[in-house]
RNA sequence: GGCCCCAUCGUCUAGUGGCCUAGGACACCACCCUCUCAAGGUGGAGGCACGGGUUCGAAUCCCGUUGGGGCUGCCA
């Protein structure tokens, strides 16, 4: 590790150990941020983040702002920021400033990577990472940087990369999470903070703008503690004043309990979104991933969220994200919706002619691609019959052609409503023999809906109509009948 | 490898030394209800990772072990 010193000296006079009296610096005003970069999705744990820095503005009457890390000018796509603020416009977040853009910032960390070069905090190196890897081979230790470039004296010029240079001491800070966080100079190595075409790199902007915007709380996930230290090294050395609170989240991980990765996971919201997942479900789910208000429930409104979150009953222990439980979590929100909210909700999965029946599928539904789903016998034209699931039905009931002959000519001459429907395929299942409505009901349903299972029959039927019902179920008896001839 | 962190049912969690023979939710199983499926109701199975301490008393405090994760970029 780094054993040489540095031209200059500015930590001399530096504390090198978090103050507690700046844990306990409390802003009148809490000012917080999320600080996506434009990747080009949103990432469910960056929601999370986001909601809980949200959730503590909202209730402190702090500020919540948007800003959008994108120093890096390589990857940097313009319409990526329109897909964080989709984002977060769906889940109920709204920032109280911003966006603001790192890439139009650049006089502000120029000017404060001057100061660093003054104060002699940074030095140029000209390293290679092949050299770097090399050297740390060769020395068998870890790999890392070694401060090789330190007293070389090199001229800071672009083209060189510039490095911080970690003092003696400790970085250890406080955290409302997880407590005390410590750790030894020693073992952070001198990182970057400028890359040698000239841009900032991110821990360099990061610094700079919470310190530029005045955020009093980093409520970030997990993945940045070891970022801290760092961040610290950088605050104080630039002597900006009392640092900011710290609280890091536990991190979101898939099944496996690896970090969610968009490669393997689904981890973007608007997958989320796409999938028929309602935007309050999802926030109460995620609000509910290492935070709990101390009780029973796990339905909340976004009110209750904001007078009950506190950061200090965040866990910090990771958790695993379950869409099986976010399922059960939006059938309740769905459920509760209004029916003809229902209705235009659900209209972006291409529904037609199905709100007679909404509110019986609506107690079937989990998401609203399930409503689709549930009601698709009446877009299609023709019934999509599973072979399985036919096949099966086939076996299983004797009266299968009788109980769909008897129907067809019954329903032909009924009046079409629900009631007599049901009379008609009561009549129909003992006329084949079958005196158990559920099993009569069974071929009828598979004939017409091509699903074992669906919302209640009769009123389906109404609503399809008698000629579609009767030509479908005529159409089962050929298929019965193609069947028998080549099996 | 190094550093940091974490550890209650399969999963999300309640629990902050006695109220715990550990509570709830999802999922699972059974039964009831019922035209299928849901919804609802009733019941069931299932957990404090392990080992040492401290204490009259430990899921709760300490140490170790094991397991897991994060970081270790001229990405953020």
């Known amino acids: 590790m780094p054993s040489a010193s540095c031209a200059g000296s500015w930590w001399a006079a530096t504390p090198t150990t978090c103050s507690p009296a700046s844990v306990l610096f409390v802003s009148a005003t809490p000012r917080v941020r999320i600080a996506p970069s434009p990747t080009g999705y949103f990432h469910v744990g960056t929601g999370r983040t986001a909601l809980f820095n949200w959730l503590f503005a909202r209730q402190t009457g702090g500020t919540f702002i ?33 966006p603001y853009f790192q890439s139009e910032r650049a006089d502000l960390y120029a000017a404060a990577i001057d100061k660093l070069i003054a104060s002699g905090a940074v030095y140029a190196c000209d390293c290679t990472a092949e050299q770097i890897a090399e050297r740390a ?8 940087y070694d401060g ?22 400790e970085s250890g800070f406080h955290d409302l999470i997880r407590k005390d966080v410590s750790k030894d100079n020693n073992d952070v190595e001198d990182f970057g903070v400028r890359k040698s075409n000239g841009d900032p790199l991110f821990i360099l902007a990061n610094v700079v703008d919470d310190a530029d915007m005045a955020i009093t709380h980093v409520i970030r996930g997990a993945d940045h503690v070891s970022n801290t230290h760092k961040y610290l090294l950088l605050w104080r050395a630039l002597g900006y004043g009392p640092e900011p ?3 890091h989240l536990p991190l979101i991980n898939n099944q496996q309990g690896k970090k969610l990765s968009k490669r393997r996971d689904k981890v973007a919201v608007e997958d989320y979104r796409d999938d028929g997942y309602m935007a309050e479900a999802l926030r109460n789910y995620l609000a509910l991933l290492g935070w709990s208000p101390g009780d029973d429930r796990e339905i909340l409104s976004v009110e209750e969220m904001i007078a009950e979150f506190r950061l200090e009953n965040v866990k910090s222990a990771p958790a695993k994200f379950d869409e099986v439980k976010l399922t059960s979590v939006n059938s309740e929100y769905l459920r509760a919706l209004p029916v003809d909210e229902l209705v235009s909700r659900a209209q972006a999965w291409q529904l ?23 009601t698709d016998f009446l877009y299609r034209t023709e019934p999509v019959i599973d072979q399985a699931e036919w096949d099966k039905a086939v076996r299983k009931s004797p009266g299968f052609a009788g109980i769909l002959d008897a129907a067809a000519t019954r329903y032909a001459t009924i009046e079409w409503d629900a009631a007599s429907i049901h009379d008609a395929t009561v009549a129909a299942g003992t006329e084949a023999g079958v005196g158990q409505l559920g099993k009569a009901q069974a071929p009828v349903r598979l004939a017409v809906t091509g699903r074992s299972v669906g919302p209640p029959l009769w009123e389906s039927l109404e609503l399809l109509g008698r000629d579609r019902t009767i030509a479908r179920i005529h ?10 001839a080549t099996g």
Do not use: M
């Open 137 to 144: 081979k060769e020395r068998g230790g870890p790999p890392g």
């Open 352 to 374: 037609d002619r199905w709100e007679p029946i909404a509110p019986l599928v609506q107690e079937r539904a989990r998401t609203f691609a399930d409503v689709y789903s549930l």
């Open 245 to 247: 609170i710290f609280a």
């Open 475 to 484: 159409a089962a008896l050929e298929r019965l009948q193609a069947g028998r």
């Open 148 to 169: 090789y470039c330190r007293d070389r004296g090199l001229e800071p010029d672009v083209g060189r990369i510039l490095r911080f240079c970690v003092p003696k001491g």
């Open 66 to 98: 948007l800003r959008i890390e994108d120093t890096d000018t390589a990857r940097n796509r313009p319409e990526h920021t329109e897909g964080i603020k989709r984002a977060l416009l769906w889940l109920g977040l709204d920032w109280d400033e911003g």
